[in-house]
């Protein structure tokens, strides 16, 4: 694994030390009123960038609205410092920055794991953790805790593990699309955006599963979203940015998953519905065209080309 960060700007060099200061400041923060010998012996083993950043391909293109995001791994030396309650004033933070305090140009998107976890799945031929060793950056590292050496997984294992996520995730994803029809002929719309939710997350979690044989424990959907944008930008096209109206109904989409079942005042347009429901739609027609080519098989007439 690489350690510079020398074809990146400086600007986003600086950026890169700056998240690496809020992820070890929150999760200190989040450690200090442990009582468990476990959460006093909490470490933070590596943060490492993956993805386009790490690559060199990134994207921002203000105009379009489409911005890559800066895709961290964290590892850390117990599996209970994988909850998300120890990241979530971290999240809340670079979101801050991102979106109000203005001191970071891109999202900050971050996956945590035990070192154990990540070397059982390098041995194992995990596509995506065997990617994030080849090609990720150390953006920190306490000595002495290496990555095992990747092994290769068999291409006829890792096509049957993909075909039978394909098989049980895009037929959840179509049923939740079919049942928020249902709601809203029924007029029911929160619980309509809700199953249109639940659509769009399996969606991801489809396209992810298939693609790198991994998809993190998330019902987060900017985050799910931003993943499988990261390998198939195929899928950009399901959810335009340019217009208000574009970028709120995603926003009431991606608040559905809790506001639409609890909160009395989450609202949502017969207008904004209908479009969310055009784009779940579009978006599982992406997601079966990406899936169907990455398995090798014929994508099927009408469908979007990955």
């Given at each position: 694994m690489r350690d510079q960060l020398d074809h990146l700007p400086q600007s986003a060099q600086r950026e890169l030390a700056h998240v690496v200061r809020v992820l070890f400041e929150e999760f200190e923060a989040a450690l200090r009123p442990g009582t468990s010998k476990w959460s006093k012996q909490g470490r933070i083993f590596k943060i490492v960038l993956y993805g386009s950043y790490a690559r060199g391909d990134w994207v921002s293109d203000p105009v379009g609205g489409y911005q890559s995001d800066y895709d961290i791994l964290i590892v850390v030396n117990d599996d209970r410092l994988a909850d998300f309650e120890f990241w979530s004033a971290a999240e809340d933070r670079l979101m801050r920055d991102v979106t109000i305090n203005k001191s970071l140009a891109a999202p900050v998107s971050f996956i945590v794991h035990t070192l154990t976890d990540i070397n059982a799945q390098l041995e194992r031929g995990r596509p995506f953790f065997v990617d994030i060793v080849e090609q990720g950056i150390a953006l920190y590292e306490a000595e002495g805790?290496?990555?095992?050496?990747?092994?290769?997984?068999?291409?006829?294992?890792?096509?049957?593990?993909?075909?039978?996520?394909?098989?049980?995730?895009?037929?959840?994803?179509?049923?939740?699309?079919?049942?928020?029809?249902?709601?809203?002929?029924?007029?029911?719309?929160?619980?309509a955006a809700f199953l249109f939710h639940q659509a769009a997350e399996r969606a991801y979690h489809c396209a992810l599963l298939v693609l790198t044989l991994y998809s993190p424990k998330s019902h987060r959907l900017n985050f799910l979203r931003s993943q499988c944008e990261q390998i198939a930008p195929a899928l950009i096209e399901a959810w335009p940015r340019g217009s208000k109206f574009?970028?709120?109904?995603?926003?009431?989409?991606?608040?559905?998953?809790?506001?639409?079942?609890?909160?009395?005042?989450?609202?949502?347009?017969d207008d904004e519905l209908a479009w969310l429901g055009e784009h779940v739609a579009l978006l599982l027609s992406l997601v079966d065209a990406v899936c169907r080519s990455h398995l090798g098989e014929n994508v099927p007439s009408g469908a979007h080309d990955a």
């Open positions: 805790f290496a990555f095992a050496a990747p092994s290769k997984l068999p291409p006829e294992e890792a096509r049957a593990e993909a075909q039978k996520h394909f098989d049980e995730w895009h037929l959840s994803a179509t049923g939740f699309a079919r049942n928020a029809g249902y709601a809203v002929r029924d007029g029911d719309n929160k619980l574009e970028r709120r109904c995603f926003e009431l989409l991606r608040q559905a998953y809790v506001n639409a079942r609890y909160s009395p005042h989450y609202a949502i347009t």
